[in-house]
């Protein structure tokens, strides 16, 4: 089946350091990749998405590499500050069909430390 | 533009209850799309709708109705509540084209006891 899944839970940063979140997926034929950002008590709020013929993409402060061999994404943050804070998913489209739908995983919680 | 909006916020239930959570945007987009969120287990796909009229089956259905009469409306129908239907509930739209960045409201926050 298709799943999506984190290799951490919690991730603790000092700021002005950049951050890494990673995130591991299972479905070869996933056309999207996209990561989301939960602050405490709102919805998730898109941040960057990659399509899965790239390697790499940026957008401000954020960095999304895509690894097809090991089915490995990742999003770099740069400069990390307390705004930051909060929980991070990826999602990728499921290989059924250009319907809309996602697959989150189970998501990370960054700490920004002051 | 609004965006996605869900009322209410706030809900408590007694187990038995039925209630409606209602949804709506203002973007235009064909998918709309029911999560819930519980503590440690991300977000679940519920139901889901590609366009009025058309609806299907997600990941934890069952407990939940959907219907889609307009492209702007997709509300959600809770049966009977039972505290496994404890949780956050957010709807989210997004156009069916990628890419699928989906716009997600503010979330209801449901207790059942």
């Known amino acids: 089946g298709e799943s999506v899944g984190l290799h951490l839970p919690t991730l603790s940063v000092q700021e002005g350091d950049n951050s890494i979140i990673n995130c591991a997926y299972s479905?070869?034929?996933?056309?999207?990749f996209i990561w989301y950002k939960q602050e405490s008590g709102k919805g998730p709020q898109f941040i960057i998405d990659?399509?899965?013929?790239?390697d790499k993409r940026q957008g401000q402060r954020v960095t999304v590499l895509l690894n097809k061999t090991v089915k490995h994404l990742s999003l770099q943050i740069a400069a990390t500050q307390p705004g930051d804070s909060a929980v991070y998913f990826c999602?990728?489209?499921?290989?059924?069909?250009?319907?809309?739908?996602?697959?989150f995983g189970q998501g990370t919680t960054l700490q920004v430390k002051p | 533009n609004a965006g996605v909006t869900q009322t209410p916020k706030f809900q408590v239930l007694k187990t038995g209850q039925s209630m409606t959570l209602q949804c709506a945007q203002d973007?235009?987009?064909?998918?709309m799309s029911w999560y819930r969120q519980d503590p440690g287990m991300g977000l679940r796909l519920i139901h889901y709708?590609?366009?009025?009229?058309?609806?299907d089956q997600g990941e934890v259905p069952n407990g939940y109705n959907v219907s889609r009469s307009t492209t702007e409306d997709f509300p959600l129908r809770l049966l009977s509540a039972a505290p496994s239907q404890t949780s956050v509930y957010f709807c989210?739209?997004?156009?069916?084209?990628?890419?699928?960045?989906?716009?997600f409201g503010p979330g209801t926050r449901l207790t059942v006891t």
């Open positions: 709708s590609v366009g009025a009229g058309i609806t």
């Open positions: 973007m235009n987009h064909e998918y």
């Open positions: 989210a739209s997004s156009r069916t084209g990628g890419p699928y960045k989906q716009y």
């Open positions: 990659i399509r899965s013929n790239m």
């Open positions: 479905n070869s034929a996933s056309d999207y």
């Open positions: 999602a990728e489209t499921p290989s059924s069909g250009n319907t809309g739908k996602l697959i």
